[in-house]
């Protein structure tokens, strides 16, 4: 398990991202998933799962993406397959990225802050 082995999934995950993007939204015609994005793959070192981290443009679509990624999960390995030139194609997980909805919620917070003390500056946040 040596250096070369860590790259490789990285590739396997930037190339997973890439190629995900697309077909979420391209192979999946009965589907609407024109709300979801992906944001993140991260790839087990043997290459066996692949977690996919998605955002909505609405929070409260948020299962309705999971749901609907998961159903078409089989499709969307069968066009991964297609892409990668791996031995195997890495089980697709997928989660919701709430990274996203925090960084909203903190820059709400603050400027509910700088509205109640207009004394407070960016120093102090």
Not at 31 to 53: G, K, N
Not at 64 to 80: D, F
Request: aromatic residues 4%.
């Amino acid at each position: 398990m040596g250096h070369r082995d860590f790259k490789r999934s990285d590739r396997v995950a930037a190339h997973l991202r890439r190629t995900l993007a697309t077909a979420i939204h391209q192979d999946l015609p009965d589907e609407d998933t024109s709300f979801i994005t992906i944001s993140d793959v991260e790839v087990t070192r043997d290459l066996s799962v692949a977690t996919v981290y998605i955002n909505t443009l609405d929070p409260s679509q948020e299962k309705l993406a999971i749901q609907t990624l998961s159903l078409n999960a089989k499709q969307l390995r069968r066009v991964m397959a297609q892409q990668l030139n791996t031995r195997k194609v890495p089980e697709l997980r997928f989660k919701y990225d709430a990274s996203l909805e925090y960084g909203r919620k903190l820059e709400h917070l603050i400027q509910k802050a700088r509205a109640t003390d207009p004394n407070l500056t960016e120093e102090d946040a």
